[in-house]
């Protein structure tokens, strides 16, 4: 997992926004009949944003850090309930919603107002498909469910305040009834004949069964009461906090976990168990009667991009027998490599994250832009972690939590020590967790975004072939960093991390094209066992465990690799665009400050920015 995300908060986010659109109608009205766009527009990003906000406390507090500024002065913590009536009002908010984008003059915007106005109607007309195949989705999943996510964001819930805490306590009082939404939903999807297959029921309900173990929670030794205890640490060390409010507060903590918390799960676990067998297929959406159409949902909304399937195909194809072609030379001309020990971390010029880090920041000065450039107050800082060992069966290698809008000053780097990844491996994770990552991408954005004052709904837009193919881009550049770092130490570093880079390549590329075979073309098992093993892959065991996920987790890979080339595509147009004015920072800086967004739209602005400025 290389940045945690919610899925469900993606699926609730559809029902919380489209909560705003009945009074956005109405406002918009009202600005409308004045004749004025733009405060017609801006009225109705407002209140989009103040709305999806006040119904989803649980995405509200990892997106601001205080609601009081962006007018949720008053608010009850909720988690948003999954209910056939919620689907309707949704469906028909979300249609008046799209009437009134279409109904407003584009024209009349101003320049940002344009931009963000050409993000949000594709945006929403995309999840207007998508709520209308609304029983394809798997709140569930193995891999990214609610069932694993929702403990982790509640360890993870900053305190800052008093009210931090109750508010945390009161989503915790409802898991049970969020948990029975979900368990009606599960049952009307299989009514559909959607429900998932029973290898995937098996592994959710043992997830069910072990993350909320009785005896740890008994003895108060469970994750969410250690990191619950730890962050009311931080409060009384403030002087936010008494000892014995601290005391009261862990009792509740500890009454919510096994009176509530518990038996949602254990009684989740027992709805699957009556569910198991009522699914139809075990292969990809492909076998479902709209599961095409589907996936060509979730593909644009996972990444961003537009294209149809065959061009995606062809620039993944084209991809990979380049870099396979690439890979067969360099073995062919350096084999003494191939039984090159790389178990030998303690080689890599650096074996601490913090280091690496640090020489992150240097090795990418020269061609990104610094964060100074966007702000003149208190620069962030960074620090690693280990994640919590209560956590470390649940979590990644390593992993970086996005901060608030309002309060990206503290970002935390989490290293999970048990499966932890070292020498060059680790050094380009922490390029795609930390800088020119993750990090580095969302705190440069929320910088730049504060000196543009450039409108919140746009934090609300989930792009995530933007996200993760910068990541993906930046951890592929950091091995050059490395090969540099090594040419003295280890003359045979250059070849040796191009072979590493090549094999990450080839490897995501392969299972993108997979991706696409199972769901978009109808692959089974069977076909995909014979795609793996022509490139060496061929333990059933592995090709099992590959295709299972790859079913569980559509366009995830996607996710990452098109989000990737279509980086490299925006690059090829910069430098015909630009010509002798292009460089590495002049893109960098385009793409940082003109998303999040689709790439369509980032190619529109690339054409609007090709005269130098």
């Known amino acids: 997992m290389k940045k945690i995300t919610f899925q469900t908060l993606s699926q609730r986010r559809k029902a919380a926004l489209c909560a705003a659109l009945s009074f956005l109608i109405l406002s918009g009205a009202v600005f409308l009949f004045a004749g004025k766009e733009n405060r017609a527009f801006r009225g109705f990003c407002d209140e989009f ?10 995405n509200m507090h990892y997106t601001i850090a205080n609601p009081s500024h962006y007018g949720l002065d008053s608010y009850t913590p909720v988690l948003p309930a999954y209910s056939r009536e919620r689907l309707t ?39 207007a498909q998508g709520m209308d195949l609304y029983y394809y989705s798997n709140p569930l999943s193995p891999s990214s469910g609610t069932q694993s996510q929702l403990p982790i964001l509640l360890a993870e819930y900053t305190f800052r305040s008093r009210r931090d805490v109750e508010d945390y306590l ?60 730890e962050r009311l640490d931080g409060l009384v060390e403030e002087g936010i ?34 569910l198991k ?21 979730l593909l644009r909304s996972s990444t961003g991009s537009y294209r149809d399937i065959r061009e995606i195909k062809t620039m993944l194809f084209r991809d990979f027998n ?29 074996n601490k994250p913090a280091d690496m880090l640090k020489n992150l920041q240097q090795m990418m000065t020269r061609d990104y832009p610094a964060l100074n450039e966007v702000t003149q107050g208190e620069m962030p800082v960074c620090t690693v972690k280990s994640i919590s060992k209560n956590l470390e069966e649940y979590c990644s290698p390593a992993f970086y939590l996005t901060p608030p809008l309002d309060d990206i000053h503290e970002n935390v780097i989490y290293i999970n020590q048990k499966n932890n990844p070292e020498g060059v491996e680790l050094y380009t994770t922490l390029a795609h967790e930390g800088y020119p990552g993750h990090l580095y991408q969302t705190v440069y954005k929320q910088l730049y975004s504060q000196k543009t004052q450039e409108n ?24 050059g960093y490395a090969k540099d770092l090594m040419k003295d130490k280890m003359p045979q570093a250059e070849t040796l991390y191009e072979i590493y880079k090549l094999d990450r390549q080839i490897q995501l590329g392969l299972y993108s094209l997979v991706d696409i075979a199972v769901h978009y073309e109808g692959a089974d098992y069977g076909q995909v066992h014979k795609m793996l093993a022509s490139v060496g892959i061929t333990t059933p065991a592995t090709t099992r465990s590959i295709y299972e996920y790859i079913v569980e987790e559509p ?12 980086i490299l595509n925006l690059k090829k147009e910069a430098k015909e665009l630009w010509g002798n004015a292009y460089s590495e920072y002049r893109f960098h800086k385009f793409y940082l400050e003109n998303g999040p967004a689709d790439f369509t739209n980032l190619g529109r602005q690339l054409r609007k920015a090709a005269v130098p400025s």
């Not at 109904?103 to 107002?113: R, V």
């Not at 292969?283 to 589907?294: F, I």
């Open 89 to 127: 009002e949704s469906k028909e908010e979300l249609d008046s919603s799209l009437r009134f984008l279409c109904g407003l003059n584009a024209a009349k915007l101003s320049e940002a107002d344009s931009y963000t106005y050409r993000l949000l109607l594709p945006y929403l007309e995309n999840e």
């Open 49 to 58: 944003f103040v709305s999806e906000l006040a119904g989803n406390t649980l």
């Open 322 to 350: 380049s870099n396979l072609e690439a890979l067969s030379a360099l073995l062919q001309a350096n084999p003494s490599l191939v039984s090159l020990p790389d178990s030998s971390p303690d080689a890599f010029a650096f």
């Open 555 to 566: 366009t995830t890979y996607l996710k990452y690799y098109l989000g990737y080339l279509e």
């Open 170 to 229: 009161a989503l915790l009082d409802q898991t049970d009834t969020y948990f029975e939404g979900i368990a009606g939903y599960l049952r009307d999807q299989a009514a559909e004949g959607l429900f998932m297959p029973d290898y995937s029921v098996d592994k959710v309900i043992d997830q069910c069964d072990t993350i909320m173990d009785p005896a740890m929670l008994e003895a108060e030794t469970h994750f969410l009461n250690t990191t619950f205890k």
């Open 456 to 479: 919140p709904v746009r934090s609300l837009l989930n792009y995530g072939g933007y996200v993760e193919g910068w990541a993906m881009y930046v951890e592929l550049e950091a091995y």
């Open 277 to 297: 067998g009522s699914g139809s297929n075990g292969n990809g959406l492909a076998h479902y009667p709209d599961g095409r159409e589907y996936y060509l949902y």
């Open 241 to 274: 906090l008494t000892e014995d409010e601290k005391a009261g507060y862990m009792s509740e903590n500890s009454r919510l976990l096994t009176t509530v918390m518990l038996p949602a799960y254990q009684k989740l676990g027992d709805e699957l168990l009556l």
